[in-house]
């Protein structure tokens, strides 16, 4: 098991620590960018290969889109687990307790329950079952506008 962590720290150190790339003499930019580009590339290979004519382009641009936010996810995850081994102050022993970041949480945890909830009914057999019945209204237009007639 400790082979394969390792294995996963030499490859994320290989794309992401500068001082181990294969392109730390260019700029970040350039690096982000070729990393842009090679994963445009990788799409629409992927994408050509996959999806038919009618459904490439929503295809396409799906996969291009979570390409470049796995690269920007991969990117940050990667550099706060790196400030933060040069830098290990718990939250507890320093007691910065931000309430900003406190509502972070929270909003992930109620995101997650509300998009687990969404999942869960697309997927259910079911899914009129989360529904609150309806069997239409007490009264009937002209019960309603009764009161309010002349005759009555």
């Known amino acids: 098991m400790n082979s394969l962590k ?5 490859s994320a150190n290989i794309l992401f620590d500068d001082s181990k ?20 590339v990788w799409t629409t290979v992927f994408s050509l290969y996959i999806f038919s004519y009618s459904t490439f382009a929503f295809g ?4 291009y889109v979570a390409h470049i ?6 990117y940050m995850t990667f550099k706060q687990f790196h400030k933060a081994e040069q830098k290990s102050n718990s939250v507890f022993q320093t007691k910065n307790f931000d309430p900003f970041k406190i ?3 929270v909003f992930v945890i109620v995101f997650i329950f509300i998009f687990s909830k969404g999942i869960e009914v697309l997927t259910s057999p079911n899914p009129n079952s989360y529904a609150i019945p309806y069997d239409g209204p007490s009264k009937s237009v002209f019960e309603k506008w009764l009161p309010f007639s002349k005759v009555k």
């Not at 936010?69 to 991969?74: E, N, S, T, W, Y």
């Open 6 to 10: 390792n294995w996963m720290i030499d």
């Open 21 to 40: 790339n294969d392109l730390r003499a260019l700029p970040r930019s350039v690096r982000l960018q070729i990393l842009l580009v090679l994963s445009f």
């Open 60 to 63: 396409w641009a799906g996969l």
């Open 69 to 74: 936010g796995l690269i920007f996810a991969v």
């Open 103 to 105: 509502m972070v949480i």
